[in-house]
């Protein structure tokens, strides 16, 4: 076997390694090529100049020339006078490579379908505004940039976050009970770890959310389901269950994925309950922007008073998840606790984003870019409405939110109607996953946020045709 010389550490990983021995301009070549077939040299990428990949690679010069002409002879590279060797625009595929099928590592994910779950609601205008924040940022970084900032992040950020919240949701909390989170799993995980030790018994709605309850589930926590009705979670169900129960995980202002909103009268009752068992109520308030009549009533934590209620909030739904940007809003008493947790696993959030956002909200450009996100969410819902009409769906149009829920008629099983939506272009998450213990729905959860009206129309209608049809056309 040949021995094989190790790049020193300060080598770039794309200078290539050679035998010790042999033919060392042939092997030189040969990697080289690989590098270029294996996409990790992509076309247009500059090559190291002949003199410093000869110094490096302890070659004669003439040996990288040589290969760096024979690469260029076989279409692999392309020489630019006075400017150096670059990876050529159009590289040969080798025939292996023409025949194998593309992966998505080669490709690239492709474009989410029409109906899908959880997109962003970003357009044009706001692209633009956060572009040009982003350039500002970048041109002045903030001291945390550079240096290792508040486990809790950014203050600005939570100062503008603490009066969004009192303005729009009724919350009154100091600026260091918010903790800016990379979204509201990560919340989610830190204050579970944090506040409920293993076999620790939390109330979950059922159906629910089905990140939330792995994760309840992969930290051994005892779940409790508990069922929802047209009022929401039902707390006399889950005290009759589990009445000193550690803690409770809800979507009180819109239940996912019913939809429904829990009643004030169950408020003050899940609130009287948390208080007097000593419990933690998690309240996922993930997409209350997106209400079409009406103000919202007010969140759970708006009228807490005894400092049970964890608030969990997200800029995924209201801008793309892509900026991973959340928070939670803590009681006092455990700002301390999670602040420690935070400090150990995450150390701090991106100061660089945090910084934009800040300024996004104080210059007002959420508050209009939500105007114009909620009246395209509104028209694409109804388009949605429209083109699932020819399909035997009974398709509840909601009154807020960023998905609808289509239940089955005559009995029909929701994989079916899955598989026949998507056959037509139209994505979709089935319902009856989403229950624990209660009897299961058959129906469809199909998301109408982060797409044009045009597209999300006649993905509905190539959806609802192929229902309709049992996929025969």
């Not at 970003?122 to 956060?130: A, N």
């Not at 929802?228 to 819109?254: F, K, M």
């Not at 099983?413 to 026949?420: N, V």
């Amino acid at each position: 076997m040949q021995k094989h010389q190790t790049n020193l550490p300060d080598w770039s990983a794309l200078i290539p390694v050679l035998p010790a021995g042999g033919p060392r301009r042939e092997a030189l070549q040969a990697e080289l090529r690989r590098l270029i077939e294996a996409r990790v040299l992509l076309p247009g990428q500059k090559l190291p100049p002949s003199r410093e990949l000869a110094r490096r690679l302890k070659l004669a010069r003439g040996a990288v020339v040589a290969a760096y002409e024979q690469l260029a002879a076989d279409g692999f590279v392309e020489a630019r006078l006075g400017a150096g060797t670059y990876v050529a625009a159009q590289v040969p595929e080798h025939l292996a490579q023409k025949t194998a099928p593309r992966t998505e590592a080669m490709t690239g994910p492709a474009p989410p379908m029409p109906g899908k779950l959880g997109s962003g609601t970003v357009d044009d205008k706001t692209l633009r505004d956060l572009r040009g924040l982003f350039r500002e940022a970048l041109m002045r970084p903030p001291p945390g940039f550079l240096h290792y900032g508040d486990p809790f992040g950014d203050l600005q950020l939570r100062r503008e976050i603490v009066g969004y919240l009192r303005a729009t949701r009724g919350i009154r909390a100091e600026v260091d009970q918010v903790m800016i989170t990379s979204g509201t799993q990560s919340a989610l995980s830190l204050i579970a770890r944090a506040l409920l030790p293993r076999d620790s018994r939390i109330w979950v709605e059922d159906p629910c959310y089905p990140q939330a309850l792995n994760l309840f589930r992969s930290l051994y926590l005892t779940i409790i389901p508990v069922p929802v009705d047209q009022d929401g979670l039902d707390p006399a169900a889950g005290i009759a269950a589990a009445p000193r129960a550690e803690a409770v995980y809800l979507t009180p202002s819109h239940q996912y994925p019913l939809g429904t909103t829990l009643s004030m009268p169950r408020r003050l009752e899940l609130l009287d309950w948390a208080q007097g068992a000593g419990a933690w109520i998690i309240e996922d308030d993930y997409d209350s922007e997106f209400r079409f009549t009406g103000p919202p009533l007010a969140a759970l934590h708006g009228i807490d008073r005894a400092g049970r209620v964890i608030y969990l909030g997200t800029f995924s739904k209201a801008l793309a998840p892509g900026l991973r940007l959340g928070y939670a809003v803590l009681p006092a008493a455990v700002v301390e606790t999670v602040h420690r947790l935070r400090d150990l696993t995450d150390r701090y959030p991106n100061p660089l984003i945090e910084t934009v956002l800040a300024r996004f909200l104080a210059e007002g450009h959420y508050a209009a870019h939500l105007r114009r996100a909620r009246k395209r969410c509104r028209m694409a819902r109804d388009a949605l409405v429209e083109g699932l009409s020819a399909a035997p769906l009974d398709v509840t149009i909601p009154d807020q939110g960023l998905h609808l829920i289509a239940h089955a008629r005559d009995g029909a099983s929701d994989a079916e109607l899955q598989r026949l939506a998507q056959s037509g272009g139209l994505a979709s998450r089935r319902i009856s996953q989403m229950f624990i213990k209660a009897p299961s729905q058959q129906g469809l959860v199909i998301g109408y946020s982060g797409f044009e009206t045009a597209e999300i129309r006649a993905a509905a209608y190539e959806g609802a045709r192929a229902i309709a049809s049992g996929g025969r056309r």
